[in-house]
């Protein structure tokens, strides 16, 4: 009977439970959604690791992630070269060590790896071999812009004409069938290489600070990649220089070409621990790899010089 004699108390009473409520689901779906954006933040990108990072990084690499960085976890490579060092004009030149078409070649099974392996994978092939750095991790900014940047030229190149994807190369390398002279090399090297690169074969830096790199790359030496990199065989080396070398003018011989890649890779550099790990089947192993076990009774001075021919 109370009840009934105050109907206003009733009506406020009732006022104040739908605002509970709605209190209650406004919050609880602020948490959801918050708890929603949370998870996507979880798994997007950072705002950083963008094309335009990767094409930064292919080009500063010694700045960004050079062992002068001031920041000690930045410091992923070894040496001061650039990934532009050898992938001319940041990889966007069409011919030998293009990057144009890494989309077409990746994934693909590498017998070095021993299974197949993609674009991140190579990327830090690269870092531990022609950088003798530290493997990036998959997830990092670093990572993700350069795998951006890389897979960006793919469709930069579907969209060029066919006179635009045509190489300004010389006829392809073809392998002499002798042993490389590294003696001869060296006198193709004081002719043709040391105005660059310096008759000690240290390069020439950039500007006066070591942390930004080098115009023109040491050979070997402390700066230069590790004797587990790919421009470490005297073939791949070969067709390298053969068609690039001099920069801008490439005109050496298959001989020249050949013996002076031979004289560069009998020099001194970082080495790299573990090689014997690297091609689980020995018989993936190319010809020209200069570091054993091998399948075959050949000794390591003719994997690593010639000649090839059977």
């Not at 590790?226 to 073939?235: F, I, P, S, T, Y």
Request: proline share 10%.
């Amino acid at each position: 009977m109370a009840s009934d004699s105050h109907p206003e108390r009733r009506g406020l009473l009732a006022a104040v439970a739908v605002c509970a409520a709605i209190g209650a689901a406004a919050v609880a779906g602020t948490l959801y959604f918050a708890g929603e954006r949370g998870a996507e933040a979880a798994v997007a990108p950072p705002p950083v690791a963008t094309e335009e990072y990767g094409r930064r990084l292919l080009r500063e690499t010694p700045e960004l992630l050079g062992q002068d960085h001031p920041d000690p976890e930045r410091r992923m490579i070894g040496n001061r070269l650039a990934c532009a060092s050898c992938h001319i004009d940041i990889g966007t030149e069409p011919g030998t060590l293009t990057l144009l078409q890494t989309t077409e070649h990746y994934p693909r099974f590498s017998g070095r790896a021993g299974g197949m392996t993609d674009i991140e994978d190579r990327i830090n092939e690269c870092m531990q071999r022609s950088m003798h750095g530290k493997p990036l991790p998959i997830d990092s900014a670093e990572m993700i812009a350069m795998a951006s940047y890389l897979r960006s030229l793919g469709a930069q190149y579907a969209a060029m004409g066919a006179s635009s994807k045509k190489a300004e190369e010389p006829a392809g390398f073809k392998t002499p069938t002798r042993r490389a002279d590294p003696a001869m090399g060296q006198v193709v090297y004081s002719t043709k290489c040391s105005i660059c690169h310096g008759a000690d074969g240290a390069g020439l830096l950039s500007t006066g600070d070591p942390r930004k790199g080098y115009l023109f790359p040491p050979l070997w030496g402390p700066d230069s990649f590790n004797d587990g990199a790919g421009m470490g065989r005297v073939l791949t080396a070969a067709r390298f220089i053969k068609a690039r070398m001099p920069l801008g003018q490439p005109d050496l011989t298959d001989d020249g070409a050949f013996d002076v890649a031979a004289f560069i890779n009998s020099k001194p550099r970082p080495m790299m621990a573990n090689l014997d790990n690297d091609y689980p089947d020995r018989s993936t192993k190319p010809l020209d790899n200069p570091y054993g076990p091998y399948a075959d009774p050949f000794p390591q001075d003719q994997h690593k010089y010639g000649p090839f021919q059977p």
